[in-house]
């Protein structure tokens, strides 16, 4: 091949570079899983994080369990200023850490993949998610690792009912959710000094009621103090639509501990609806739709 011995050599061309392009390519979005017992406080700790101002715009994932969506994300305030929350993923029908493993990857591929970049997101998981399998999705997806990076593990703690937890499960082969969300935790927040079944009461009819606090608390006390009805009531959430308020009231109670309060107004473009999740021993749906159903006609 012949070289023209005049030919001046092409120039090299600075590439111009977007610095603030380059740095946020590079830079993975940190990811903090938040898990812990039923009732220990995750949704807690999550509403605190939201609500503080740190300027961060950050995503939450809840995952819940498919009967379950909706009460949650209610049991969750947004920020008053409304901004605090960047976008919100609700992984319904399962648990996030066996069955809805792909939609997890998929809700992760989309958020970061927002024009608007996001500085941090949080993932809920259900109280009895084994925080092992989540973690390695995070850690070991090729196609994520250069996107998204596990943070955290962070394990709420119910201070007063964990010793139960563990208790429960010593002996039996398999080892309690709780065991694996707390070994795998990097931080552990103490708040508050078997599989179970799991309970929705929604029905159409439902959503067209009313409730009285007073009524729904005596109805909730026969069953969490009484044991009226010979259930073994781990865990009750919901929310509920009450009489003479315009306010969307949200149910709460862990073991015998229980709140009714307001939590936020009800949207015009809403529906008032009353939906309550138990989940516990001994379940039974129709002694609880029924006397959930004579409570409404008193
Ligand atoms: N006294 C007290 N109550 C708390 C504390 N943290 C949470 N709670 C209450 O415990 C109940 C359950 O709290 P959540 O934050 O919904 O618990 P969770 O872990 O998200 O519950 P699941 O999603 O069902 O697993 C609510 O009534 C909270 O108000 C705490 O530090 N002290």
Not at 77 to 95: F, P
Not at 237 to 264: C, F, M, W
Not at 265 to 285: A, D, Q, S, T, Y
Request: hydrophobic share 40%; with cysteine; charged share 25%.
């Amino acid at each position: 091949m012949e070289h023209d011995e005049d030919e001046e050599p092409p120039l090299a061309v600075q590439i111009q570079r977007d610095d603030d392009q380059s740095i946020s390519q590079q830079s993975s979005v940190g990811v903090t899983l938040i898990t812990g017992y039923l009732g220990s406080g995750k949704s807690t700790l999550v509403n605190h994080i939201l609500n503080s101002q740190h300027g961060k715009r950050i995503a939450v994932i809840l995952n819940e369990f498919g009967e379950e969506i909706g009460v949650e994300r209610a049991l969750i305030n947004e920020g008053e200023e409304g901004a605090v929350v960047e976008e919100w993923v609700e992984l319904a029908n399962g648990c996030v850490c066996c069955t809805v493993k792909h939609s997890l990857v998929q809700a992760l591929e989309q958020l970061v993949q927002r024009k608007e970049r996001l500085d941090h997101i949080l993932l809920e998981t259900t109280g009895l998610a084994n925080p092992a399998p989540l973690a390695s999705i995070l850690w070991l997806d090729e196609q994520l690792e250069s996107d998204v990076k596990l943070d955290s593990i962070v394990t709420v703690v119910d201070a007063k009912n964990v010793r139960f937890q563990l208790k429960e499960h010593r002996g039996s082969s398999s080892f309690p959710e709780a065991y694996f969300q707390i070994a795998f935790a990097k931080a552990l927040e103490l708040w508050r000094n078997s599989r179970r079944k799991s309970i929705t009461l929604t029905h159409s009819s439902f959503n067209y009621i009313m409730f009285k606090p007073w009524q729904t608390r005596i109805w909730l006390e026969e069953i969490l103090w009484e044991k009226k009805h010979d259930m073994d009531v781990y865990r009750c959430k919901g929310v509920l639509s009450v009489q003479n308020s315009d306010q969307l009231h949200t149910l709460q109670a862990v073991r015998e501990l229980y709140e009714i309060v307001p939590a936020r107004k009800w949207k015009k473009e809403e529906n008032r609806v009353n939906k309550i999740v138990f989940i516990g021993h001994n379940l039974k749906e129709d002694v609880l739709i029924s006397s959930l159903r004579a409570l409404a006609t008193c």
